[in-house]
Antibody, heavy 121, light 107 residues
Framework: EVQLVQSGAEVKKPGESLRISCEGS????????ITWVRQTPGKGLEWMGR????????NYSPSFEGHVTFSVDKSVSTAYLQWSSLKASDTAQYYC??????????????WGQGTLVTVSS | DIQMTQSPSSLSASVGDRVTITCRAS??????LNWYQQKPGKAPKLLIH???SVQSGVPSRFSGSGSGTDFILTISSLQPEDFATYYC?????????FGPGTKVDIK
C-alpha cells in the first residue's frame, strides 16, 4: 500500500527555522517526484513546487522560490520542506503528494496527511 | 500563471441528486485537468485525472468532461459520503494551479 506519512504539527516563532518531512512507503520512492502543496483558508490550495528524488532536482513555484527549500534522503525514502526564517504568513497546512505521470498527463495520486505549521510570536 | 475558477462556490443538494460543478481556465489547457475531493481535516483525494479518467477505486457515479478552457465534474447520484469540497487543478503549465473549490453540503 502506497503511503506518505508526514511529520507532526509545529509551532514556531517568526525568524526561526523549520524542516518538515514526508516519508514514502509501499512504492519505489526514487521513481516518482514529490510535490508540496500549501493550504490556507485565504488562498486555498497552492502548488509550491516539486523535487525528483532520483537526483534531487527541484523546481519551485515563483511564489515560493527563495523562501523554501526542498530536499530528499533516498536512503530513508523521505522528502523534506525547509524554511530558514519563518514568517507569520507561513502559517498553513502543508501537504506532500506523489506526482504520477500518465502518458502526457500528470496528477497527484497519493497525499500525506498534512503538517500544520503555526508561526506566531 | 493560469487562473482557475469554479462555479458555484457552494451548493446544497440532497442524496440522490445529480450534481455538476464547473471549472474554467484562464487559457486553454487541453485536457490537463484533474479533480480532487477534500473532506474536513483530511488531505485532498484524486478523483478524476486527464479530464475524463476516473481514478482507480473511485465510484463510477463520478465523471469528468470538457476540454480547452471549460470542464465539468458530474456526480450522477449524490451519496452521503460525497459531501465535501471539490477542487479542479491544471497541470498544463507550471505553476500548477488549483481552483478555489466548490463546497457541496446537505440540503
Amino acid at each position: 500500500e502506497v503511503q506518505l506519512v508526514q511529520s507532526g504539527a509545529e509551532v514556531k516563532k517568526p525568524g526561526e527555522s523549520l524542516r518538515i518531512s514526508c516519508e514514502g512507503s509501499g512504492y519505489s520512492f526514487s521513481n516518482y517526484w514529490i510535490t508540496w502543496v500549501r493550504q490556507t483558508p485565504g488562498k486555498g490550495l497552492e502548488w509550491m513546487g516539486r523535487i525528483n528524488p532520483r537526483d534531487s532536482y527541484a523546481n519551485y513555484s515563483p511564489s515560493f522560490e527563495g523562501h523554501v527549500t526542498f530536499s530528499v534522503d533516498k536512503s530513508v525514502s523521505t522528502a523534506y520542506l525547509q524554511w530558514s526564517s519563518l514568517k507569520a504568513s507561513d502559517t498553513a497546512q502543508y501537504y506532500c503528494a506523489r506526482v504520477r505521470v500518465n502518458g502526457n498527463y500528470l496528477d497527484f495520486d497519493y497525499w500525506g496527511q498534512g503538517t500544520l505549521v503555526t508561526v506566531s510570536s | 500563471d493560469i487562473q482557475m475558477t469554479q462555479s458555484p462556490s457552494s451548493l446544497s443538494a440532497s442524496v440522490g441528486d445529480r450534481v455538476t460543478i464547473t471549472c474554467r481556465a484562464s487559457q486553454g489547457i487541453s485536457a490537463y485537468l484533474n479533480w480532487y475531493q477534500q473532506k474536513p481535516g483530511k488531505a485532498p483525494k484524486l478523483l478524476i485525472h486527464g479530464t475524463i479518467s476516473v481514478q482507480s477505486g473511485v465510484p463510477s457515479r463520478f465523471s469528468g468532461s470538457g476540454s480547452g478552457t471549460d470542464f465539468i465534474l458530474t456526480i450522477s447520484s449524490l451519496q452521503p459520503e460525497d459531501f465535501a469540497t471539490y477542487y479542479c487543478q491544471q497541470t498544463y503549465n507550471t505553476p500548477f494551479t488549483f481552483g478555489p473549490g466548490t463546497k457541496v453540503d446537505i440540503k
